[in-house]
């Protein structure tokens, strides 16, 4: 791709990488990561008035040409992902989200991220309102027009929209209800980690049972409010943490993946006002792992309870066989007799036959 020059046609209210990744989305036609254009900075590739700069976060003023004298650093198309579209018009879209798949770009720019393929797929950039954790899968829903953008934040703001998630959880030592509410504060340090405390922000999850086994539970969790590992926390600080959830006291999941499912959202239009309702189809290792371990669960469970045949039903040895000899008729059997002196000795070899002593 040749070098291309943009002109800064008023004083830019964002930092230089923002403002890059803005004008070459559109002059790309193709979206641009935050990220990359922040690569490409500190990588010595961009210039502005004819000198490199290496300060991603340089205010531009009315009058200044920005230079990039490379394109090396963008991915290829042919490498990107596909989106899987849920629902889509001319306002909004939702895409079911795989898991393993960051919302937003992170620091590793050559990491994919969701927000990067939808706007790939729309051909513009797109709103966020909402997210979804990197290993959890499911409805996210973006807006694609600034008409629908206020009052899709609005909604978000309000609590007005529904969020309905599914996931595997180890059984709590108690039995739970079929309905729980936990509502518990969650403190949000500086550092970005969470955990439960009375000092924190308030946030409440709502709890159904969906399906009850041994060792683990099939649940369906609604937040109430929208905190960062809202639904994590709150199932880990009650003893029902997550399976693949290692974060909060999960077990360990034996497909690799958290065992969390955005399976469905629902809100008002933003435009229409007609009421939506996007939905995800669990994934099917999610449904087929809950199904298998539950299976193998049993099995285990009957080849433990399979008699011992070296064991009574309740546990203890079995009383040895009687003695083969026994006769109830005539008493135990009595000892054999004891070698006396008197018994034949054999003969002494080598001595001489019809000699006397």
Do not use: C
Not at 30 to 54: C, D, F, H, N, Y
Not at 305 to 315: S, T, V
């Amino acid at each position: 791709m040749k070098p291309l020059s943009i002109a800064v046609l008023q004083d830019a209210m964002v930092p230089l990488d923002r403002w890059l990744a803005t004008e070459l989305t559109g002059a790309l036609k193709r979206p641009v990561a935050r990220g990359l254009t922040r690569k490409a900075i500190v990588g010595g590739l961009v210039a502005v008035a004819g000198r490199i700069v290496r300060e991603p976060g340089l205010m531009l003023r009315q009058g200044r040409s920005v230079f990039v004298r490379s394109f090396d650093w963008l991915p290829k198309r042919e490498t990107a992902q596909k989106v899987k579209v849920l629902y889509e018009d001319d306002w909004l879209i939702a895409i079911g989200k795989p898991a393993g798949l960051p919302t937003h770009e992170t620091k590793d720019v050559d990491r994919p991220s969701l927000t990067q393929l939808v706007e790939r797929h729309v051909g513009r950039p797109v709103f966020v309102h909402h997210r979804l954790d990197a290993g959890t899968s499911g409805v996210v829903l973006f807006a694609k027009a600034p008409e629908a953008n206020a009052s899709l934040a609005r909604s978000f703001a309000f609590r007005e929209v529904e969020k309905v998630y599914v996931a595997v959880v180890g059984r709590p030592p108690t039995d739970w209800p079929s309905e729980l509410r936990i509502d518990t504060p969650i403190v949000i340090s500086g550092n970005g980690s969470v955990r439960v405390g009375q000092a924190g922000v308030p946030a409440v999850t709502l709890v159904r049972v969906l399906e009850r086994r041994p060792d683990r539970l099939l649940i369906e969790a609604r937040p109430v409010t929208g905190r960062k590992h809202q639904i994590r926390v709150h199932l880990g600080s009650v003893g029902a943490a997550i399976v693949g959830d290692s974060r909060y006291g999960g077990a360990a999941s034996p497909t690799g993946r958290l065992m969390l499912h955005a399976e469905r959202i629902e809100l008002q239009h933003p435009v229409t006002g007609v009421r939506l309702v996007v939905s995800s189809p669990r994934p099917g290792e999610f449904q087929r792992w809950y199904d298998r371990a539950s299976k193998t669960k049993k099995s285990e469970d009957i080849r433990s309870n399979r008699p011992n045949p070296g064991r009574q039903p309740g546990g203890a040895p079995r009383p040895a066989k009687p003695d083969s000899r026994w006769r109830p008729d005539v008493g135990p059997p009595s000892p054999r007799p004891a070698r006396t002196e008197g018994k034949r000795r054999k003969p002494v070899r080598g001595a001489a036959r019809g000699s006397h002593r």
